[in-house]
Nanobody
Framework: LRFSCRVWGGLVQAGGSLRLSCAAS????????VGWFRQAPGEARNLIAA????????WYSDSVKGRFTVSKNSGEYTVYLHMNNLQPEDAAVYYC????????????????????WGKGTLVTVSS
């Protein structure tokens, strides 16, 4: 199972929006839950959003709740992170990660739960 991450929008000004996508390949026969993480310079990597295989259950960290939305297109095996009202403190390397699961509705909130990782994508927010 492999993941690739893409970002649309590039550099964004504060208050702007970006969309990240995480596409799965090589393992489309599996059900998987997805998490979005980010790591700012000098800081630890943290989970900011998670979604179940069904897409019906989501979780957000307090830092992004109300501004970021995760959605899942199971038909395309793609997960999106829609980021609105971006602020300079959102600048970081963003990662998607996945865990194969047997549960449609379960989501995972620990980094150690995730086995498959996409390449990081840099998000830059200018003030």
């Amino acid at each position: 199972l492999r993941f690739s991450c893409r970002v649309w929008g590039g550099l964004v000004q504060a208050g702007g929006s970006l969309r990240l996508s995480c596409a799965a390949s090589g393992g489309t026969a599996y059900m998987y839950a997805v998490g979005w993480f980010r790591q700012a310079p000098g800081e630890a990597r943290n989970l900011i959003a998670a979604v179940s295989w069904s897409g019906d259950n989501t979780w957000y960290s307090d830092s992004v709740k109300g501004r970021f939305t995760v959605s899942k297109n199971s038909g395309e095996y793609t997960v999106y992170l829609h980021m609105n009202n971006l602020q300079p403190e959102d600048a970081a390397v963003y990662y998607c990660a996945a865990r194969i699961t047997s549960f449609h509705e379960y989501l995972y909130v620990r980094e150690s739960d995730y086995r498959y990782w996409g390449k990081g994508t840099l998000v830059t927010v200018s003030s």
